[in-house]
Each structure stands twice: as structure tokens, then as C-alpha cells.
């Protein structure tokens, strides 16, 4: 089993910034990717951004340019810095990591408990 942490999250001012912070503890060595997910209320899950396990990344369009995710493998840790937030930030954001293999199946996803992000316009 994989544990997750995430940790950042909070209530800020448009324009302003946040950095969300995953910790990865277990058998992180069933893992070698990484994602952030976020779920706003009354709607689905989607996808925020990720980093393989070779270090490319993926933006979804309504972030891009303002988030970056990062990774310390060292510290098993992947982080997500958001930058020119918006009101429609405002969501429960979730890490998942998971085992990426060659050609982009993946399997042993884990999720963290999430953490809130308050965006006030």
C-alpha cells in the first residue's frame, strides 16, 4: 500500500498563489508517476496535471501557464504551484500517484485525502 498526504491548500485572493504538497509513504516503490486532480462541487473529477515517471508533464488547458508541477523523488513528494488563481480554481485538489509503464498503461493508483483551495474573487 501507497499513503498519500497532500497538504497547502487554503483560502486565498485571486491573483494570489498556492503550492500543494504530496508525500508519498509504503511501498512507494510500486509507483513512478503522479498526478494532481481536482472536484469542485456539483461537478466531476478532472485531471489538473501530471509528471511521468520521466519527468513530462501534462496541463489541462484551463491551467496551463499558471500551475507547474514538480517532483522530489528524494523526498517523495510531488508538488503543484498555482500561480494567478482564479476563482474557478476553488476545489478539493487530489494527488494520485500511480505505476506508469511503457506506452502509458498505468495501474496501483492511490489517492490522498484531498485538501481544499478557496479562491475569493
Known amino acids: 500500500q501507497v499513503q498519500l498526504v497532500e497538504s497547502g491548500g487554503g483560502l486565498v485572493q485571486a491573483g494570489g498563489s498556492l503550492r500543494l504538497s504530496c508525500v508519498a509513504s509504503?511501498?512507494?516503490?510500486?509507483?513512478?508517476?503522479a498526478g494532481w486532480y481536482r472536484q469542485a462541487p456539483g461537478k466531476q473529477r478532472e485531471l489538473v496535471a501530471r509528471i511521468s515517471s520521466g519527468g513530462s508533464t501534462f496541463y489541462a488547458g484551463s491551467v496551463k501557464g499558471r500551475f507547474t508541477i514538480s517532483r522530489d523523488n528524494a523526498k517523495n513528494t510531488v508538488y503543484l504551484q498555482m500561480n494567478s488563481l482564479k476563482p474557478e480554481d476553488t476545489a478539493v485538489y487530489y494527488c494520485?500517484?500511480?505505476?506508469?509503464?511503457?506506452?502509458?498503461?498505468?495501474?496501483?493508483?492511490?489517492w490522498g485525502q484531498g485538501t481544499q483551495v478557496t479562491i475569493s474573487s
Open positions: 494520485s500517484a500511480y505505476r506508469e509503464y511503457v506506452g502509458g498503461s498505468t495501474d496501483n493508483r492511490y
Open positions: 509504503g511501498r512507494t516503490f510500486s509507483i513512478n508517476a
